[in-house]
């Protein structure tokens, strides 16, 4: 009786410990997670020229797009992989390889969904990009990012959206 007592406390106490493992598990992967959300601030590339950085306001404004339709990141980013605008903590990498591919693959490709939004595929993850229209010969693009993917309503939204800043970047100088 007193082994059978025994043998039952070790097996709820090593019970006991995996659940207690297992919680920690879970919580730091949920601190990570949360860390990682936090981390994403939006970052503006500046003139390189002349160290000069553009205004706070598109900063605030591409953050407050991102967040408003739950995108990972959002990069605008010209038609040859130079990047304008981005809350990507890769947006070098976003910039150059989407353009590219979107370029060279997306733009005479049947599979693109409606107004040229297009969904490509890395081995870094999966990216909308979408044309913006107004700029002439150097028309951007907005690579839009998420974990959750993005719908095609969305993708035209987020367009418009950024198709104004780009609107008053331009028109501002």
């Given at each position: 009786m007193?082994?059978?007592?025994?043998?039952?406390?070790?097996?709820?106490?090593k019970v006991l410990n995996i659940a207690i493992i297992?919680?920690?598990?879970?919580?730091?992967l949920g601190f990570i997670r949360i860390n990682s959300r936090e981390s994403r601030k939006v970052r503006v590339i500046g003139d390189k020229e002349t160290g000069a950085s553009r205004s706070?306001?598109?900063e605030k404004r591409l953050d407050e797009i991102s967040e408003a339709y739950g995108l990972e990141s959002l990069t605008i980013t010209t038609r040859d992989g130079f990047v304008v605008l981005s809350s990507s903590p890769t947006a070098e990498f976003d910039a150059a390889n989407f353009?590219?591919?979107?370029?060279?693959?997306?733009?005479n490709d049947e599979t693109?969904?409606?107004?040229?939004?297009?969904?490509?595929?890395?081995?870094?993850g999966v990216a909308w990009v979408a044309p913006?229209?107004?700029?002439?010969?150097?028309?951007?693009?907005?690579?839009?990012?998420?974990?959750?993917?993005v719908k095609k309503k969305t993708a035209l939204k987020?367009?418009?959206?950024?198709?104004?800043?780009?609107?008053?970047l331009f028109t501002a100088s």
């Open positions: 007193v082994l059978y007592s025994y043998l039952s406390d070790l097996i709820t106490l297992i919680l920690g598990i879970i919580l730091f706070n306001q598109w353009s590219s591919l979107y370029v060279s693959m997306a733009e693109a969904t409606g107004k040229g939004i297009t969904a490509l595929a890395t081995d870094n913006l229209d107004g700029l002439g010969e150097a028309d951007a693009l907005c690579v839009m990012r998420s974990e959750t993917g987020v367009k418009d959206e950024t198709e104004k800043i780009m609107e008053h």
